[in-house]
């Protein structure tokens, strides 16, 4: 069984420009949630997602956009990046909201490494 | 506001040793507190506890939850050098959302 896919696993960016990543989910599996980890805050979540709608979102300024397509594939886009968002952005996957998050019942991905310079 | 404090923050062992993770919590509407191991990116699940006093034990590992005093314990005996990792507590509320509540983790390393 396939885990959770994140692309790319490691980016490089300047200050001002803007990112996407991907997050595809386990096969059957239609949450998606995404998280930013930063060595002071640890982890954070930044929105979730199920049936192509946002269903909650942190506390994050608007430059933190996400979406789901109707393959359960989710993105996130930081736009005018900043050097505060050097983090590991990790996704993690479930069958539908609610679940119990016991052993699959909510998988990580390995994230991606985004550096801001 | 939710909340999630895990101390110590990190701890250096020898092989052998036994270890001790706190976490403490507030959370509205709690449903349940998972632990999980952090060795390099991905976070892997341990243990989910959602009633007092019952131990969850997988091999070398154990933990309890006391929900009382919102607090819960990871015992890790005769520690060894892969136990190297950060430990990672977070709490899930009733209410639908997907969103679990972190701490900022317990980093356990383990010397020969």
């Known amino acids: 069984k396939a885990g959770v896919t994140q692309t790319p696993r490691y980016l490089i960016k300047t200050r001002g420009q803007q990112v996407t990543l991907s997050c595809s989910p386990i096969s059957g599996h239609r949450s998606v949630s995404w998280y930013q980890q930063t060595p002071g805050q640890g982890l954070q979540f930044l929105f979730e997602?199920?049936?192509?709608?946002?269903?909650n979102k942190g506390n994050f300024p608007g430059r933190f956009s996400g979406r789901q397509f109707s393959n359960s594939r989710s993105e996130m886009n930081v736009s005018t990046l900043e050097l505060g968002d050097s983090a590991l952005y990790l996704c993690?996957?479930?069958?539908?909201?609610?679940?119990?998050?016991?052993?699959?019942?909510?998988?990580f991905g390995s994230g991606t490494r985004l550096t801001v310079v | 506001e939710d909340k999630v404090v895990q101390s110590p923050l990190s701890l250096v062992v020898h092989e052998g040793d036994t270890v001790t993770l706190n976490c403490s919590y507030e959370?509205?509407?709690?449903?349940?507190l998972l632990w999980y191991k952090q060795e390099k990116k991905a976070p892997t699940f341990l243990f989910m506890l959602?009633?007092?006093?019952i131990e969850k034990k997988s091999g070398r590992l154990s933990s309890i939850l006391d929900k009382k005093e919102l607090f819960s314990i990871l015992n890790i005996t005769a520690t060894q050098t892969g136990d190297s990792a950060i430990y990672l507590c977070?709490?899930?509320?009733?209410?639908?959302?997907?969103?679990?509540?972190f701490g900022k983790g317990t980093k356990l390393t383990v010397n020969p």
């Open positions: 997602y199920f049936s192509e709608t946002q269903r």
């Open positions: 977070a709490v899930e509320a009733w209410g639908g959302s997907e969103k679990l509540v």
């Open positions: 959370v509205t509407n709690f449903r349940s």
């Open positions: 993690a996957s479930s069958l539908v909201p609610g679940q119990p998050k016991s052993f699959y019942g909510y998988t």
């Open positions: 959602t009633s007092s006093g």
